[in-house]
């Protein structure tokens, strides 16, 4: 059985730091490409950015400069090191893990306020 637990989330000023990180479990996690996904109130889930099994990675135009992705094969666990947020960076954050299959999180609120 696939689990993905996203943790790291929470408050923070505009201008601040967060690190989300994804636990994977039930998956060859190496073999998957990792991606972060985010739903905003009222809007459509949008991809934040992904890497793939061989550590290509892509962001979202959004957040290039501002946002990391990385993971770690032997933790199973993928991160996104996000800095330099602004409000309009307030969603959930979902973890995805894809390989033909398609598996979700449950999510972790980010919410950048004063």
């Known amino acids: 059985q696939v689990q993905l637990v996203e943790s790291g989330g929470g408050l923070v000023q505009p201008g601040g730091s967060l690190r989300l990180s994804c636990a994977a479990s039930g998956i060859i996690f190496n073999i998957y490409t990792m991606a972060w996904y985010r739903q905003a109130p009222g809007k459509e889930r949008e991809l934040v950015a992904f890497?793939?099994?061989?550590?290509?990675?892509k962001y979202a135009d959004s957040v290039k400069g501002r946002f990391t992705i990385s993971r770690d094969n032997a933790k199973k666990t993928a991160y996104l090191q996000m800095n330099s947020l602004r409000p309009e960076d307030t969603a959930v954050y979902y973890c995805?893990?894809?390989?033909?299959?398609?598996?979700w999180g449950q999510g972790t609120q980010v919410t950048v306020s004063s």
């Open positions: 995805n893990a894809q390989r033909g299959d398609d598996n």
């Open positions: 890497i793939t099994s061989g550590g290509n990675t």
